[in-house]
């Protein structure tokens, strides 16, 4: 069965310092996997998605993510994080099982990322 | 936010009545999609469409219907709500199958 896991449920970060969100995954056949955020009260917002290509994808607001076939990862990174940029952060792959060609998603739990001043 | 309009934003209903959400876009995008999200599970998919007339069923469907009698329009209706269905519904509608969905607000519905 697919799956995707945020193993952490909250990450604390300083303002300044790189930050790191994980995700793993599990499917069969090729991944498309999709990063989202939440803000308080609001929907989710893409971040970025990786399809193909390049295992490092640039997305919105200065983040990126890393794809790694070999440990079914795909963290979310930020070199230098905002206060700003604390929310509600979900990973997603297309799932196959549900209509995944009808570009359904399979979200984790989320990670509330919290940046401190 | 990319053209869709959830309403009511905010619903208290009792138990045993029926509720009906309305997800309206004006992207024209073929695929529209209603999830449900609740603390410690994520978004979990309940119903979706892929075209006029064209829905199917997703991992949490039971006790929920749908209908899409236009491009724009994408109704969720719960037939008997229970306490259960308490949750934050949010739509959301992709181009493409291959391509980012885009989320409404959501409807944050109580169930009493």
């Known amino acids: 069965a697919q799956s995707v896991a945020q193993p952490e449920d909250q990450v604390n970060v300083a303002e300044g310092n790189p930050l790191t969100v994980k995700c793993t995954y599990s499917?069969?056949?090729?991944?498309?996997l999709f990063w989202y955020v939440q803000y308080p009260n609001r929907g989710l917002q893409f971040l970025l998605k990786?399809?193909?290509?390049?295992?490092l994808v640039k997305g919105s607001y200065g983040f990126e993510a890393e794809f790694n076939k070999s440990q079914t990862s795909f963290h979310l990174k930020k070199p230098s994080a905002l206060v700003s940029d604390s929310a509600l952060y979900f990973c997603?792959?297309?799932?196959?099982?549900?209509?995944?060609?009808?570009?359904?998603?399979?979200f984790g739990k989320g990670t509330k990322l919290s940046v401190k001043p | 936010d990319a053209g869709i309009t959830q309403s009511p934003r905010h619903k208290v209903t009792e138990t045993g009545t029926p509720v009906t959400l309305r997800c309206h876009q004006t992207?024209?995008?073929?695929?529209m999609y209603w999830y449900r999200q609740d603390p410690g599970h994520g978004l979990r998919l309940i119903h979706y469409?892929?075209?006029?007339?064209?829905?199917d069923k997703g991992e949490v469907s039971d006790g929920y219907s749908v209908s899409r009698s236009k491009t724009e329009d994408f109704l969720l209706t719960l037939e008997s709500a229970t306490s259960s269905q308490t949750s934050v519904y949010f739509c959301?509608?992709?181009?493409?199958?291959?391509?980012?969905?885009?989320f409404g607000q959501g409807t944050r519905l109580t169930v009493v």
């Open positions: 959301a509608i992709n181009r493409d199958r291959n391509t980012e969905a885009f």
């Open positions: 997603a792959v297309r799932d196959i099982a549900y209509g995944g060609s009808q570009g359904n998603l399979i």
């Open positions: 992207e024209n995008h073929r695929y």
């Open positions: 469409s892929y075209g006029v007339k064209d829905t």
């Open positions: 499917v069969s056949g090729n991944p498309y």
């Open positions: 990786y399809i193909t290509g390049d295992n």
